[in-house]
Structures are given as C-alpha cells and as structure tokens.
C-alpha cells in the first residue's frame, strides 16, 4: 500500500476517536477549547481535510490534559456522512478564518505534539524548524482550504502513520460515526477499498436497506457504479453510490466464486446503528461456533450490539466457542474497544506508557454473557488490522484467552490523544505505546500481532462457509 495513502487512511480512522476521546477531555489555556468525542475512523482521502500548520510566537505554550484513545485505521465510507471522496478543494469555501486564528490554532498543534508526542526525538524531525517553516506559510497568507492543507502536512510528517490532523468537518462527521447516528441518502453498505483487486468491499449491510432488498450481501464487491469504476486511479473510493432520494443508481456486484451482476437500486434515507454481522456456525464434529465481524471500534454503540449478539446467541443453549473476525478491524475509540475486551477477560491487562509514566489497561470485574469469560476464542486477523484491532486481539493471545488465525498485522498500535482547536477542528497525537500483562518485552509497533496460525485469505475472496480462515477456526474447537 502507498505509504502517503496508508498514512491518510489511519489519519481518517484517527478523526472518528478522537472525537470520542475529546469529549472526555479538557484542555486548558487559548487556543483549546472542550474537545468533542468522536471516533476515529480510516477511509478515502476527503475533500475536506487539510493539514493546519502552527506558527511560533511569543506566547507561552497551552498546558495539555489529554485523554488516550486509540486511533482506528478505518474502512472507506463510501456511503456515511463521514468521509465523502469528492475533489480534494470544496466549491464553496466557508468564512476565511482570519491569520490571527490560524497562527492560534497552529501554534495549538505545534505545542501540542512539542508537549506530548510519544517519540521525544520526533521522528527524526526538527521540530522547532517545523515551527518556523510553517508559522512562515500561514503569515505569507493561506486561505481557509491552504491551510488545513499545511497542518494535515505537517502532522502527516511525523511519518508515524497514526496521527492525524481533522478539519471541524471532519471532526462532525467523526461525531457521528462515534454516535451511531447513520442518517444519509444511499443504498445502506459500509464498503472498503481493495485496490490491488480494484474493487471495494461491502463490510456492512443495513438491515431493511436498498442493499438488503437487492440481495448484497456482506463479503459481496463493488465493482462499477453506473458503469464507472468504483476506485479512482489511486485506489481511493470514489462518492458514486450516494445520491438524492428516490433517485436510482446501477452497481455491479460480485459475490466470492460468482459471476458479477448488476443491481439496478433505488436511493433512501438509511438511518439507524451500524449493525455487526453475526452467525452461529457448526463444526464438523457437531459444536455450536458463533462467529461476529468487527470491523472497527468506532462506533459507541458496538459494545451494546455486542451484548445483544451473545445474548440471543445463548439465549437457548450455551455455545461451545466464538470466532471473533477482526481482518478489516481499523481501530477505533478506548471507550468502545474495552467494554468489548471484558467480556472475555478482566483485571489489568496491560500497561500504556509514553515519556513521562504510564498508566494500566483495567478491565475490573469483566463481564460474563454466556460463559464468555471462559467459552474457547478464535480471532481472526490479517494485514487490515490495525490500531485497536490490534491491540484487542494481542491481549486475548497474551492472557491465553484466543487463538489467533490469519496473517501479522499492521504494527500500528500507538495511542492517541484528541486535542481539540478553536476553530473546531481536532488533532489525534500518537501520546502512548501499549505493553501487554504477560509479555512486557514484546513490541506490537512496527512489528504487529502474530497469529498462532498463519493463513492467508481475503474476505471479498470468499464467502463465509469456504473461507479458510474461518473453517481452520471451525477445526481448532473441534480439536480441543
């Protein structure tokens, strides 16, 4: 994957949480004001995120209190009011915002990773010749666009790959990820980019949508839409599929081992939460498997739909393990992930750290739905999991409470803090590493999470009953 598109997705990811996270934090002195929650999520370079730089100046830097959060490396959204694929300057500019916010907000950012980046040596970076660099751009004149523009450049050359800079735009559509509240015109699919396969990939089917009545079907690809490819020439989603209601759109779809086809369907209003795709599978020896599709931890609603999901799984009779799929996982909110994780296991369970202390991941008491805190686990992971998703899998592996299936995965695990600006737009600062309870020596970033079994294969390749991933997991409960 293209480093700078690697970069941005984990950048989109990083918006979605670190509204989350600003909302349980609050900043203090000019130039901050009370960061608003959201979750971070990872998706097509956007028409309205652009880089803000920060100028230096004679006054004192703003003392921080940040929250950690997790950035999430997201999916491409190519339907929610999240992260729009359109042209990269947008047709009508708001209000310029004036220099003297701009040096304000930039000299926020700057002394916001000055105070708390992770890295002390920033990467290599000169960071006070970053100040000057970029407080010289701002005083020669930027318009609004510009400089959003600069200061998503100047985080994005901390080269961590996580942290991010968010337009106030970006920041909204962040919110209302985190908040659950889907409420836009389409079809009803949450899809992600594969570019080395020039397709997307459908995550997500809203119940009673457009979608659903057509027949797509989570696992499906989107290839073209009205006859256009769905990717453009670098990869990234293109906004096809959204449109006015009641308007209708031609897309051609291909299920794992089909032929494509195409769906002729109408837009409408898709409301409600993001659901979490969920089956109970058998195992050949007969055991009852039930299988849940993370595909990110952004959304503050997950760890109730979470509940819900084993909750009607064991209604009637407890099941014998649980396969939790984290391939396409990008990551996403604290508040979100660990509500999640408790199910499964309690207590500490690790530590986060930066350059000054460190502080434990505590679960407390945990949570116990059907046996879950005993019941047999396999995660499922792969190369799209980062952030978060990489973290929940890593600690089901050290506190022996998973097997892990799949491929390594990204080794972008850092934790970010949200900060948030006076004009309304929010940074995510990679301010944390993570070491886990029982291996303190070992090192997820850069490195990922390696599963106890290596198996390649690739959700929009298969379909779930001949997905090798899922049948070696299928094969590992009827083994124990």
């Given at each position: 994957m293209n480093q700078n598109r690697r970069a941005f997705l984990l950048f989109a990811?990083?918006?979605?949480i670190a509204a989350v996270i600003g909302q349980a934090c609050q900043a203090v002195d000019r130039g901050f004001v009370e960061p608003v929650?959201?979750?971070?999520?990872?998706?097509?370079?956007?028409?309205?995120?652009?880089?803000?730089?920060?100028?230096?100046?004679?006054?004192?830097?703003?003392?921080?209190?940040?929250?950690?959060?997790?950035?999430?490396?997201?999916?491409?959204?190519?339907?929610?009011?999240?992260?729009?694929?359109?042209?990269?300057?947008?047709?009508?500019?708001?209000?310029?915002?004036?220099?003297?916010?701009q040096l304000d907000v930039f000299e926020s950012l700057w002394s916001a990773v000055h105070d708390t980046y992770l890295y002390p040596d920033f990467n290599g970076l000169d960071w006070d010749a970053i100040r000057v660099e970029y407080r010289q751009k701002i005083e020669a004149g930027l318009s609004n666009h510009d400089f959003y523009t600069a200061m998503k450049e100047m985080i994005d050359r901390l080269g961590d790959n996580h942290s991010a800079y968010l337009t106030p735009d970006e920041v909204a559509a962040e919110r209302a990820v985190y908040l659950g509240q889907q409420d836009y015109v389409g079809i009803g699919i949450l899809s992600s980019a594969v570019p080395e396969r020039s397709r997307a990939l459908v995550l997500v089917v809203f119940p009673g949508s457009p979608a659903e009545d057509a027949g797509i079907l989570p696992r499906d690809s989107i290839l073209t839409v009205n006859g256009?490819?769905?990717?453009?020439?670098?990869?990234?989603?293109?906004?096809?599929?959204?449109?006015?209601?009641?308007?209708?759109?031609?897309?051609?779809?291909?299920?794992?081992?089909?032929?494509?086809?195409l769906l002729?369907?109408?837009?409408?209003?898709?409301?409600?939460?993001?659901?979490?795709?969920?089956?109970?599978?058998?195992?050949?020896?007969?055991?009852?498997?039930?299988?849940?599709?993370?595909?990110?931890?952004?959304?503050?609603?997950?760890?109730?739909?979470?509940?819900?999901?084993?909750?009607?799984?064991?209604?009637?009779k407890p099941l014998d393990g649980l396969i939790v799929d984290g391939r396409n996982n990008s990551g996403g909110a604290n508040t979100?992930?660990?509500?999640?994780?408790?199910?499964?296991?309690?207590?500490?369970?690790?530590?986060?750290?930066?350059?000054?202390?460190?502080?434990?991941?505590?679960?407390?008491?945990?949570?116990?739905?059907?046996?879950?805190?005993?019941?047999?686990?396999?995660?499922?992971?792969?190369?799209?999991?980062?952030?978060?998703?990489?973290?929940?899998?890593?600690?089901?592996?050290?506190?022996?409470r998973a097997y892990l299936i799949g491929e390594t995965t990204n080794g972008i695990v850092e934790t970010l803090h949200s900060y948030g600006f006076q004009d309304g737009s929010r940074a995510w600062?990679?301010?944390?590493?993570?070491?886990?309870?029982?291996?303190?020596?070992?090192?997820?970033?850069k490195v990922g999470v390696t599963p106890d079994l290596f198996i390649q294969s690739n959700l929009d390749e298969y379909q779930i009953q001949d997905d090798p991933a899922v049948l070696a997991g299928l094969e590992y409960f009827d083994s124990k």
């Open positions: 990811g990083l918006l979605l929650v959201m979750p971070l999520v990872e998706g097509p370079k956007s028409s309205e995120t652009p880089t803000p730089t920060r100028p230096p100046t004679a006054t004192p830097r703003p003392t921080f209190t940040p929250i950690p959060i997790h950035p999430t490396f997201t999916p491409t959204l190519t339907e929610t009011p999240i992260l729009v694929q359109e042209s990269p300057t947008p047709t009508i500019e708001p209000t310029q915002m004036g220099q003297a916010l256009e490819s769905i990717l453009d020439e670098n990869g990234y989603m293109k906004n096809l599929i959204r449109g006015p209601q009641g308007t209708q759109v031609i897309i051609e779809v291909q299920t794992p081992g089909q032929d494509s086809r002729t369907i109408t837009r409408q209003p898709i409301r409600g939460k993001m659901p979490l795709p969920n089956t109970v599978l058998t195992t050949p020896g007969g055991k009852r498997i039930g299988y849940i599709f993370i595909w990110g931890f952004q959304d503050s609603t997950f760890p109730e739909t979470f509940t819900e999901i084993l909750q009607d799984m064991t209604a009637d979100v992930v660990e509500p999640i994780l408790a199910n499964f296991t309690h207590g500490t369970v690790g530590y986060f750290f930066n350059r000054q202390n460190e502080r434990p991941l505590d679960l407390g008491e945990g949570v116990n739905i059907g046996n879950s805190q005993t019941m047999p686990l396999v995660v499922i992971v792969g190369t799209g999991t980062y952030s978060f998703g990489e973290i929940f899998a890593g600690i089901l592996k050290d506190m022996g600062i990679a301010n944390e590493a993570f070491r886990p309870l029982n291996h303190p020596d070992t090192t997820w970033e």
